[in-house]
């Protein structure tokens, strides 16, 4: 799997989880609806999920689906892209490899459905929205976006005493505070996590 760095993406990630298992020796892009599909790479795709037409900020898109920053890749993709040639920029591009999947009808669209944030940083203007959001989640809700340690914890990669270690580690801070009262609150209301979280 290969995300670019200037994406941001907020919300459950079930999809993600889903597409990671069936994606097999294939390759995976994923669509998100936009009002402005020429700004953005874009694919169109069939009922299936196959992968139809891949096209950079197009003038007359073929569908308003957007292709975010991630992607998955089956065995063979290190492989593949030692046949990429550079483009004008000098790089080698994703759309490229991803162009060698589509010629073969190995490429797959997979959506990313709604009440899922996803922005791409890579403007002044887009980076102040996408820094607006967080703040609005963290200030609203008390939460912290983007915190590893949490994410862990909450998919079962730690137990709960690694991740009390890891707060013991953690110089004293809002961070190391926000990540006290994750362990506080298992204890207080019990009832809004896992039963496999409490007893780890």
């Given at each position: 799997?290969?995300?670019?760095?200037?994406?941001?993406?907020?919300?459950?990630?079930?999809?993600?989880?889903?597409?990671?298992?069936?994606?097999?020796?294939?390759?995976?892009?994923?669509?998100?609806?936009?009002?402005?599909?020429?700004?953005?790479?874009?694919?169109?795709?069939?009922?299936?999920?196959?992968?139809?037409?891949?096209?950079?900020?197009?003038?007359?898109?073929?569908?308003?689906?957007?292709?975010?920053?991630?992607?998955?890749?089956?065995?063979?993709?290190?492989?593949?892209?030692?046949?990429?040639?550079?483009?004008?920029?000098?790089?080698?591009?994703?759309?490229?490899?991803?162009?060698?999947?589509?010629?073969?009808?190995?490429?797959?669209?997979?959506?990313?459905?709604?009440?899922?944030?996803?922005?791409?940083?890579?403007?002044?203007?887009?980076l102040i929205a996408a820094g607006n959001f967080v703040q609005a989640i963290e200030t609203r809700q008390g939460l912290v976006v983007g915190s590893p340690e949490e994410a862990a914890l909450r998919s079962g990669f730690c137990s709960l005493d690694q991740f009390k270690q890891g707060i013991g580690?953690?110089?004293?801070?809002?961070?190391?505070?926000?990540?006290?009262?994750?362990?506080?609150?298992?204890?207080?209301?019990?009832?809004?996590?896992?039963?496999?979280?409490?007893?780890?």
């Open positions: 799997m290969l995300m670019l760095g200037d994406n941001l993406i907020y919300g459950r990630l079930d999809f993600l989880r889903k597409a990671i298992k069936s994606n097999g020796k294939d390759a995976t892009v994923f669509a998100y609806p936009v009002r402005n599909p020429s700004d953005y790479g874009v694919v169109e795709f069939d009922i299936d999920g196959k992968a139809l037409s891949l096209e950079e900020k197009p003038q007359q898109p073929k569908s308003h689906w957007a292709v975010p920053g991630m992607y998955i890749y089956g065995p063979g993709v290190s492989e593949r892209v030692r046949f990429l040639e550079a483009s004008h920029r000098g790089e080698l591009e994703i759309t490229d490899l991803n162009k060698m999947y589509l010629s073969e009808k190995r490429l797959r669209a997979v959506k990313m459905g709604r009440g899922l944030a996803w922005f791409d940083t890579g403007t002044p203007d887009s580690q953690l110089p004293v801070s809002p961070y190391r505070d926000y990540l006290q009262g994750i362990v506080d609150d298992l204890h207080r209301f019990p009832s809004e996590y896992p039963s496999a979280l409490l007893e780890q």
